[in-house]
């Protein structure tokens, strides 16, 4: 088989681009992944009121059966996910595995950060928690759905 | 009059359909069913049955029959159908179900056999937060680990605000939740660099009885390879170039060759057309990488968002781990090198934040111990006799399940590598997951890491190895022979499964915690005087999980303590606050079966100890024994 000349290869591979849908989608708006209409509003009011939530338990001593399960659910995703809403990302896994992290990475640093100021309680490390992931749920509250351009999903294995 | 007759005709039915509808009803209720089949196996099993090769030895056939079920359940639903999508009747959620399902009854298998949380250095790090949560402080002095103590300190402060005592009710599904979440994370790695639908199913599939290490404890490394894997979702998924940059750097690239050598580059090769062709067989063909997949469009907010994000967990994985943030450093810097992360000056970054809580937040550590973290720097041949070599030990069934994480390892590897080729092959290959399947091994030239750096290599190249072996059944789809795939990844799923189960649990003989040795442990604490010293012949005891602090500890590390009678009195009188003897069934099952000593041996020391005449006994109970020196006559 006669080898291609290097302006076949791109163009050949150009069409397999295009096939695979591998190009990415960049000048399409897209649905910023929030549905529209008064349901948006519950994960970011969600986000927002179970900090408080929370806080009540610990401070008014609940039983540890009725508050393990909130507190550490919290802890390890809440302050992170309220920031990472903000970028508006398409893809609700990757938003949730990466608002994991950092709300993990987040919790490291404040209960660090307590030993260093040598100001340790463990209801002052919840209550900066809570403060720190307020603050993007107002945000998020205040700035409402809306469609977005800027984390449109280039389309490599998403056919699943 | 075309369309109206298309309209009126029947559907045309498929080979597939028939078997899609079986698996449509069938599929949703696999998991359940086999997960309900496990726990009852599970539930069943005598943990008293575990012998030389750990779990293996106590489980029923039919939490093998139930995985077996499982794994063809979940091979069958990737493989239904030829389309380039799945078929329509498997929804990821029923995936989704049978991976959580495996997980459970994988690495939850120790929780539902044994009483209590295994492997004993879980419960040390449940006496480290346990410090932090009394005091808000961290005692360098006493131990290196609280010179990163950023995950003890998490635990501190979630287990105080949960109301619990101490973190001992997390340990034994500890592994479990890390499991579920990095599977998730290691789906969307894999669906960032793959582009076919079924490759990031399968690499889960494969990952999940593949972590065999252990390192997903209640420990600082099981919460960094959160980290590790979210830093580098983040930079495959939005920092690769794009195919238009690639094309772009490849043809300013053509035009520098050309010029320089005189001659367009596909004339000359054209001369070399017959023996291109016979090594074609086995040759990578041009293009290969042409076909990576694209990043994620994002502005450029979002962009410097999400850098943020990284710089972000990189820090926290700085101040809660030894060796993960160098692994993130060498795997960044490695798709720096190779060009698969648009921002070159990351691992600089990186370095910054690394020398500085180095230099500035361990120096209760490394001012005593330099040698330790750079003497191995370089050294490969010692890192490697320190890996393998003095690792190799221990009694037959020990040494069976050290003979089986190697050929693990090698064979994920070889799996792995064999996939790259043939993914390459199929012009699919992907240079940032090759890069990243081999940049752990870097880490061999920096530190020995106490003998256990071919573990953590194996494990953070395991995530990329796994994405690459699947290479092996589908370097890209539609494959030529579907069915040889779908066997092929049932009996290597299958052979996965076997594997782990006696390399993550062939040690289970030493490393479950025994009910008798917690008690006497308890009986330790509740009685003796703080300030003395406990003394016992193995590290193998439950201890420090409580007060580290009030007492001292001899043999202190993971090895042998005193073992002779002479040896044990005088551990004992060095410290003149007292001093108590614990003997517990677990420190002689450690000796015999990790450290190869003679079956016997701890029965022969402990009547060697009742016979001398020196030792008090004051405390026997379930195989745990407490004994106090007897005060030298003159000094009554």
């Given at each position: 088989m006669a080898e291609l000349s290097i302006g076949d290869e791109e163009r050949r591979e150009s069409i397999e681009r295009i096939r695979l849908r591998?190009?990415?989608?960049?000048?399409q708006p897209t649905a910023s992944g929030n549905d529209g209409?008064?349901?948006?509003y519950w994960l970011p009011l969600l986000l927002l009121l179970s900090g408080p939530a929370v806080l009540v338990l610990v401070v008014f001593d609940a039983p540890s059966w009725a508050r393990a399960v909130p507190v550490f659910a919290y802890i390890a995703v809440v302050p992170g996910l309220a920031w990472i809403r903000l970028l508006r990302l398409t893809d609700r896994v990757t938003e949730l595995l990466v608002g994991i992290g950092l709300s993990l990475a987040i919790g490291v640093l404040v209960a660090q950060l307590m030993i260093y100021l040598n100001a340790w309680t463990s209801t002052l490390g919840l209550s900066m928690l809570v403060a720190i992931a307020s603050l993007p749920a107002l945000a998020d509250l205040y700035l409402g759905p809306r469609p977005d351009r800027s984390t449109a999903r280039s389309g490599s294995g998403d056919a699943s | 009059m075309t369309s109206s007759v298309r309209l009126r005709r029947a559907p045309q039915r498929r080979p597939w359909d028939r078997p899609q509808a079986l698996l449509a009803v069938a599929l949703p209720a696999t998991p359940p069913l086999v997960l309900v089949i496990g726990i009852i196996a599970l539930r069943g099993?005598?943990?008293?049955?575990?012998?030389?090769?750990?779990?293996v030895d106590a489980l029923p056939t039919q939490l093998y029959i139930a995985l077996a079920l499982l794994t063809a359940a979940f091979v069958a639903a990737v493989?239904?159908?030829?389309?380039?999508?799945?078929?329509?009747?498997?929804?990821p959620v029923v995936l989704v179900a049978h991976i959580a399902a495996f997980i459970v009854l994988l690495h939850g298998a120790a929780a539902f056999v044994e009483p209590l949380p295994r492997f004993v250095p879980a419960w040390l790090h449940v006496g480290f937060a346990d410090y932090i949560a009394r005091t808000?402080?961290?005692?360098p002095e006493l131990d290196a680990r609280f010179s990163w103590p950023g995950f003890f300190a998490l635990v501190a402060m979630a287990t105080r605000a949960a109301g619990?005592?101490?973190?001992?009710?997390?340990?034994?599904w500890t592994p479990v939740v890390f499991n579920l979440l990095y599977a998730a994370l290691v789906y969307r790695v894999a669906r960032a660099v793959a582009?076919?639908?079924?490759t990031p199913w399968l690499a889960v599939w494969f990952f999940i009885p593949a972590?065999?290490?252990?390192?997903?404890?209640?420990s600082p490394q099981g919460l960094n390879y959160v980290f590790y894997l979210v830093v580098l979702l983040v930079l495959l998924a939005w920092f690769r170039p794009s195919s238009i940059d690639r094309a772009r750097r490849r043809s300013s690239r053509r035009v520098r060759t050309e010029a320089a050598r005189g001659a367009p580059a596909r004339l000359r090769r054209s001369t070399f057309g017959p023996a291109r062709r016979a090594f074609g067989l086995v040759s990578i063909p041009r293009g290969?990488?042409?076909l990576e997949a694209e990043p994620l469009a994002a502005s450029r907010t979002t962009l410097a968002c999400l850098i943020g994000v990284a710089l972000l967990v990189f820090t926290a994985s700085t101040a809660s781990h030894q060796l993960t943030p160098t692994a993130i450093l060498v795997s960044v810097t490695m798709l720096v090198a190779v060009r698969r992360?648009?921002?070159?000056t990351l691992p600089v970054l990186l370095f910054v934040i690394l020398l500085g809580y180095v230099s500035y937040l361990t120096v209760a550590y490394w001012a005593g111990h330099l040698h330790d973290m750079l003497?191995?720097?370089?050294q490969l041949g010692r890192t490697v006799n320190a890996g393998i070599g003095e690792r190799t030990r221990g009694d037959r069934g020990h040494l069976i399940v050290l003979q089986v994480r190697q050929v693990l390892a090698v064979g994920i590897w070889t799996l792995g590598g064999l996939g790259a080729w043939r993914r390459m092959r199929a012009r699919r290959g992907d240079l940032a997951v090759m890069a990243l399947a081999g940049?752990?091994?870097?880490l061999l030239f920096a530190q020995s890491y106490g003998g256990e750096v071919f573990l953590r290599i194996y494990t953070f190249s395991l995530p990329f190895m796994a994405v690459l072996a699947v290479g092996l059944l589908i370097?890209?789809?539609?494959?030529?022979?579907p069915l040889l795939a779908a066997g092929v990844a049932f009996v290597l799923s299958l052979g996965l499964t076997g594997a782990f189960l006696v390399a993550r649990y062939?040690?289970?003989?030493?490393e479950r915690v025994l009910p008798g040795d917690v008690e006497a442990v308890d009986w330790l604490y509740a009685n003796a005087e703080p300030g003395a010293t406990f003394v016992a012949l193995?590290?193998?005891?439950?201890?420090?999980?409580?007060?580290?602090?009030q007492y001292r500890y001899t043999?202190?590390?993971e090895d042998l303590g005193p073992d002779s009678v002479p040896a044990i009195e005088e551990a004992m009188r060095a410290n003149p606050r007292g001093a108590y003897l614990l003997l517990t069934t677990g420190q002689y099952v450690w000796g015999e079966?990790?450290?190869?000593?003679?079956?016997?041996w701890g029965a022969s020391i402990e009547h060697e100890i009742d016979t001398s005449g020196h030792f008090l006994l004051i405390y026997a109970r379930h195989g745990g024994k407490i004994y106090i020196l007897r005060q030298p006559r003159g000094e009554r």
């Open positions: 591998l190009v990415p989608p960049n000048d209409g008064w349901l948006w | 099993t005598n943990a008293d049955d575990i012998r030389s090769l750990g779990l493989f239904s159908a030829p389309t380039a999508s799945l078929a329509p009747g498997v929804r808000g402080h961290t005692l619990l005592r101490d973190a001992l009710p997390l340990l034994a582009g076919d639908a079924r972590n065999w290490v252990g390192q997903d404890y209640f290969a990488l042409r992360c648009s921002v070159r003497g191995s720097v370089g940049a752990p091994f870097l370097p890209k789809w539609p494959v030529r022979r062939g040690n289970e003989s030493f193995t590290s193998n005891v439950p201890w420090r999980a409580r007060d580290i602090e043999p202190l590390g079966s990790f450290y190869g000593k003679p079956p016997g």
